[in-house]
């Protein structure tokens, strides 16, 4: 059974930064397509960011310019280094790993941006 387990939430003020850190279990963590994602309160889950085994990126246009997605294969880790934050980044953040129509994700990480 495939593991994720985030770390790197926290509190911040607006403005700050914060990199959130997701550890993957098992041997084929090169081959996931993994991504991050958030759900606020009273809201629905969105993704944030993505990378493929190859490296390609996606974000959302809400966090362009101020999120970047990054993994590192040798470490099964995938990052998301967020600056600038505002309040409304919000919420927990989840890590999902996918591969062959395997999908599994994280327990979260609350992120709380407040003056």
């Known amino acids: 059974q495939v593991q994720l387990v985030e770390s790197g939430g926290g509190s911040v003020q607006p403005g700050g930064s914060l990199r959130l850190s997701c550890a993957v279990s098992g041997s084929i963590f090169s081959r996931y397509y993994v991504g991050w994602y958030r759900q606020a309160p009273g809201k629905q889950r969105e993704l944030v960011a993505t990378i493929s085994s190859r490296g390609s990126t996606n974000y959302a246009d809400s966090v362009k310019g101020r999120f970047t997605i990054s993994r590192d294969n040798a470490k099964n880790t995938v990052y998301l280094q967020m600056n600038s934050l505002k309040p409304e980044d919000t919420a927990v953040y989840y890590c999902?790993?996918?591969?062959?129509?395997?999908?599994?994700w994280g327990q979260g990480t609350q992120v709380t941006v407040s003056s």
């Open positions: 999902n790993a996918y591969y062959t129509n395997q999908d599994y």
